[in-house]
């Protein structure tokens, strides 16, 4: 699957890069192209010079607001983000035609986080933009939940991410969700993980990416993957993940599959034990019950591959998600691991979600009621200060 790639803010700019960090690994390992553009849009110039992938030319990185801004920011303030989006918009919409392979992307995938001001504000009118002008391309979007510092420094940040999640979802056809909190290291630097969160971020599309542009026939799946049977999986809420399970033992060239009952139960074992890691690294926790839609993808070596392992994951994967519809895929590239991507949409209802509603209702419940407690106030002052003399 071939992916436009737009970053919107600083946290969906330097996500937006770690996206064309795959593509080079896609060229370089698997001689395979998944991203057919990729633009950075900030209103902070300083931000968009710190990217390092994505090109450096006004048309990749787009600075937008620059009269009202001067290149400095919005700050939290979704609103300011919104309305410069609909001001400067047709930059971004007029640079995607300009990406030399546009007519091969299969979708637009716009990437925010969530408590920011540009970012969270912008994707929604960008989204809208681009749906009105590019018909008949699947508009997907990658939202960042904050970090659990931020949302407790901070509750504006709660009221700008629903108010992001409720805009994207009603724009787009799809919404990737990704906690920040759930990639935290304690032991590491700031920079450190912010940078290897974006990382694991990117990490769970680089297979199913890949898996539908492989060329090479020996690398093609028995039951491929393909970009249409991943837009027929997103729907809605999304949430997705990757595990691998290690296979040391090396075997010569003239070795057959293996045939021992034994060395079988071996395999099928750790290709579940991929899955589960895949399932305790989703990019958000949820209830599997709640899933409309659900698609897995087992990368691994041909040999290790057979139909005993592709049943016992359709079927382990049927118990957790019993309401949806699976589909499946293989990719005989990984040379000494198992890798199990999964994926899960069309979720009826999301706890972290629910809870960013719940949380911006109160919020500006309380924004109403300080606001008419501090008109209330003034108004006392200015009938205090009527009867005193002005020295103007």
């Not at 904050?146 to 700008?160: C, I, T």
């Not at 919020?363 to 109403?368: G, I």
Request: net charge neutral; with cysteine; hydrophobic share 40%.
């Amino acid at each position: 699957m071939k992916l436009m790639i737009i970053g919107l803010g600083q946290c969906g700019s330097r996500i937006a890069d770690e996206f064309v960090r795959l593509n080079y690994r896609a060229q370089t390992e698997r001689k395979a192209s998944i991203v057919t553009g990729a633009f950075a849009v900030n209103t902070d110039q300083a931000d968009l010079t710190g990217l390092a992938y994505i090109g450096s030319d006004y048309l990749h990185r787009i600075l937008i607001g620059g009269r009202k801004t001067w290149g400095h920011g919005v700050g939290k303030v979704n609103e300011m983000g919104a309305e410069l989006a609909k001001e400067d918009g047709d930059k971004v919409v007029d640079a995607i035609r300009t990406a030399p392979r546009f007519y091969e992307t299969h979708a637009f995938l716009l990437i925010a986080g969530a408590a920011g001001g540009t970012g969270s504000g912008a994707i929604s009118v960008i989204a809208q933009m681009i749906k009105e002008r590019y018909i008949g391309k699947p508009i997907y979007a990658l939202i960042v939940l904050p970090f659990e510092h931020e949302e407790m420094a901070e509750l504006r940040s709660v009221y700008n991410s629903a108010t992001c999640l409720k805009s994207v979802h009603t724009v787009t056809d799809g919404v990737f969700l990704a906690d920040n909190q759930r990639y935290v290291r304690k032991d590491a630097s700031l920079a450190t993980n912010l940078q290897r969160i974006n990382r694991q971020i990117v990490e769970p599309f680089y297979d199913i990416m890949c898996a539908g542009e492989i060329t090479k026939y020996k690398y093609v799946g028995a039951k491929t993957l393909d970009a249409g049977d991943i837009i027929q999986s997103i729907d809605g809420w999304t949430v997705i993940g990757v595990g691998r399970t290690e296979t040391p033992r090396w075997r010569f060239p003239w070795e057959g599959p293996a045939t021992g009952f034994r060395e079988k139960s071996r395999e099928t074992l750790k290709a579940l034990q991929a899955m589960d890691a895949a399932l305790s690294e989703l990019s958000l926790a949820i209830n599997l019950a709640d899933a409309g839609r659900a698609l897995y993808l087992l990368a691994a070596p041909a040999r290790e591959m057979n139909m005993d392992i592709a049943k016992g994951l359709g079927d382990y994967l049927r118990e957790l998600a019993e309401n949806a519809v699976i589909r499946s895929g293989d990719f005989p590239y990984e040379k000494r691991a198992i890798d199990v991507t999964v994926l899960f949409s069309q979720l009826a209802f999301v706890q972290e979600v629910r809870d960013y509603y719940d949380r911006a209702s109160a919020f500006v419940r309380n924004q109403k009621e300080r606001i008419r407690e501090t008109t209330g106030r003034l108004r006392e002052m200015e009938e205090a200060a009527k009867e005193l003399p002005t020295l103007i």
